[in-house]
C-alpha cells in the first residue's frame, strides 16, 4: 500500500504527492499547493488548513498518554489508567510521567524525599498571598502565585540546562499544594498551614488544607488514598485545552513558571475544569429519585443536559469514571453519605440502559461523581478546579519536557483568513469629525 495522497488542484489541473506518516499529512506539504490569483496572476499563497480549535491537527509528537475514545482506554506512558489508579501513588505516577518509565527504589525515595523538601515556599509568596482580597477565587490566587514564581526563580529562564529543568518541575510538583491549601485557607480566613514533612504528598496537603489547633494533623488513610487517586486520574489528558497552552506559552522559550500559570488559567474555564461543579448544582436541583423521570424526559426533549454524561473524546465509558465511582463510596465510608448519591447512581443506572443515551454514545465522565467527593470532603466548589491543576501539574511538565526537547517544534503561531478592509487610507480626527 502506498502511504501517499494524490490531491488534484482543480484550480491548476496540477496533481500533487502527498505522503502519509503516522495518519497525518504535514501541512507544510499542502503549502506547496499553489494557484495563481486570478486578478493578479501572482503566485498566491499555499494551501492552508482551516481547523478552529484544532479537532483535527496534531500538533506534536508526544509519547506521554495514549487515549483511545472508543474503546475507552487511558494510558499514561503505555500504562493503563487502572493499574496505575489501583497500585500506583501519585508520586510514582509523577515520576512515570516526567522520566518516562518507572523508578528503582533509589530513584522513587530521592525523587520522594526532594519533592518533600521541596513543599516550603519564599515567605514573600505567602504575603503576596496574603495581599489578596478576602473574597479572591483561588484559581486566580493559584495562576497569579505560580506565575509570580518566575520571579523568586530567575534561574528557570535556563530552559535548555537539563539539570535546572530537572529542578525547577520538583518544585512546581511540591509547592502546588502548598499554594492551592494556602489559597482554600485564605477564603476563610484560616491563618495558613507550613508544610509538615513527615507525612505522604496527600497528607500534607490535607494537613495544610485542614489543620487547626492541633499539634499534628493526622489524615485518614481512605481519604488520603481517595485524593491521591483522584490526582492519578487527573496527572494527564494528552493534547486538552491545559496542555496546549502549557506547549503554547512555552514554545515560546519562556520559564516553566510562566508556562505551568497559562495551564491554569486555560483549566480555569468553565468547559475545561469547571464540569463538576455543575453536575452538583443539576443533583440539587433534581433534589430527590422522583424527579428524576421528569428530569431525564427533559434532556430527551433537548431542554436540559445531563452533567458529567458525554466527552469529546471518550464514546465509551470514561475509563476514569469507575474509579472515581469506587473512590466515592469509599470516601462516604468516612464522611456519611452524601443524600446526592443516591440520586446520582439511579440516574446513571437510567441512563446507561436508555435508548436516547445509548444510541448517542453518552456515558459517564470523571466529572460524574469527583464533585460528590470534593463535596463530602467539604470542599467549595472553588477549590474544584485547584484540586485538578495540582493533578495535572506532572502532566503539565511533562508536556513541557517533550515540546522543549523536540527539535521539530516552532514558536506556536497559527496562520489566519483575514477578513478585513484592505488598503484604506487614514483620515486624521480633525478631518473626520469636522
Ligand atoms: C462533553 C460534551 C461537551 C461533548 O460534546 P460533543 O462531543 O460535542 O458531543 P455533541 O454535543 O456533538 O453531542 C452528540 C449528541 O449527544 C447529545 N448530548 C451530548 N452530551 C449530552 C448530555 N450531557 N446530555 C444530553 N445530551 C447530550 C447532543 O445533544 C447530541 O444529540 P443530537 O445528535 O440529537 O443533536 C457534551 O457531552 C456535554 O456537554 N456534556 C455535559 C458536560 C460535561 O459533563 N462536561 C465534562 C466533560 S469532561
Not at 512546581?172 to 507550613?194: D, S
Not at 499539634?215 to 492519578?232: G, H, M, V, W
Request: glycine share 8%; hydrophobic share 40%.
Amino acid at each position: 500500500m502506498t502511504e501517499s495522497l494524490t490531491v488534484r488542484d482543480n484550480r491548476t489541473g496540477v496533481e500533487y504527492d502527498i505522503p502519509i506518516t503516522d495518519g497525518t499529512i504535514r501541512a507544510a506539504d499542502l503549502g506547496k499547493i499553489k494557484a495563481a490569483d486570478p486578478a493578479t496572476q501572482e503566485d498566491g499563497p499555499g494551501l492552508a488548513v482551516y481547523d478552529p480549535g484544532f479537532v483535527n491537527t496534531a500538533s506534536c509528537r508526544s509519547s506521554v498518554t495514549y487515549i483511545d475514545g472508543d474503546k475507552g482506554v487511558l494510558e499514561y506512558r503505555g500504562y493503563p489508567i487502572e493499574q496505575l489508579a489501583e497500585k500506583s501513588s501519585f508520586l510514582e505516577v509523577s515520576y512515570l510521567l516526567v522520566h518516562g518509565e518507572l523508578p528503582t527504589k533509589e530513584q522513587y525515595d530521592a525523587w520522594v524525599h526532594e519533592i518533600t523538601y521541596h513543599t516550603f515556599v519564599h515567605e514573600n509568596i505567602k504575603e503576596f498571598m496574603e495581599g489578596f482580597r478576602y473574597d479572591a477565587h483561588p484559581m486566580g490566587m493559584l495562576m497569579a502565585s505560580v506565575g509570580a514564581m518566575s520571579t523568586f526563580y530567575p534561574d528557570a529562564a535556563n530552559i535548555s540546562d537539563p539539570e535546572n529543568r530537572r529542578l525547577q518541575i520538583i518544585r512546581l510538583i511540591a509547592k502546588m499544594p502548598t499554594l492551592g491549601a494556602w489559597a482554600f485557607r485564605h477564603a476563610q480566613g484560616k491563618p495558613y498551614v507550613y508544610p509538615d514533612n513527615d507525612l505522604s504528598y496527600t497528607g500534607n496537603f490535607l494537613s495544610m488544607l485542614f489543620k487547626m489547633s492541633e499539634s499534628k494533623y493526622a489524615p485518614d488513610e481512605r481519604i488520603e488514598k481517595a485524593l491521591d487517586t483522584l490526582f492519578i486520574l487527573h496527572a494527564d489528558h494528552e493534547q486538552n485545552a491545559s496542555a496546549n497552552a502549557v506547549r503554547s506559552v512555552g514554545s515560546t522559550q519562556v520559564d516553566p513558571y510562566s508556562s505551568v500559570s497559562a495551564g491554569v488559567g486555560a483549566l480555569f474555564g468553565p468547559l475545561h475544569g469547571g464540569a463538576n461543579e455543575a453536575v452538583l448544582r443539576m443533583l440539587r436541583r433534581i433534589g430527590k429519585v422522583e424527579n428524576i423521570p421528569a428530569f431525564i424526559a427533559g434532556v430527551k426533549d433537548g431542554n436540559e443536559r445531563l452533567m458529567g454524561f458525554g466527552h469529546r473524546v471518550y464514546k465509551n465509558y470514561d475509563p476514569r469514571a469507575k474509579i472515581i465511582k469506587q473512590q466515592a463510596l469509599n470516601v462516604f465510608e468516612v464522611t456519611g453519605t452524601n443524600p446526592l448519591l443516591e440520586i446520582a447512581m439511579e440516574l446513571e443506572k437510567i441512563a446507561l440502559e436508555d435508548e436516547y443515551f445509548v444510541s448517542r454514545k453518552l456515558y459517564p465522565n470523571v466529572d460524574f461523581y469527583s464533585g460528590l467527593i470534593y463535596e463530602a470532603l467539604e470542599f467549595p466548589p472553588e477549590m474544584f478546579t485547584v484540586l485538578f491543576a495540582i493533578g495535572r501539574t506532572p502532566g503539565w511538565l511533562s508536556q513541557w519536557l517533550e515540546l522543549v526537547q523536540d527539535k521539530e517544534q516552532k514558536i506556536a503561531r497559527p496562520k489566519q483568513i483575514y477578513t478585513g478592509e484592505r488598503g484604506l487610507d487614514f483620515v486624521p480626527r480633525d478631518v473626520r469629525w469636522a
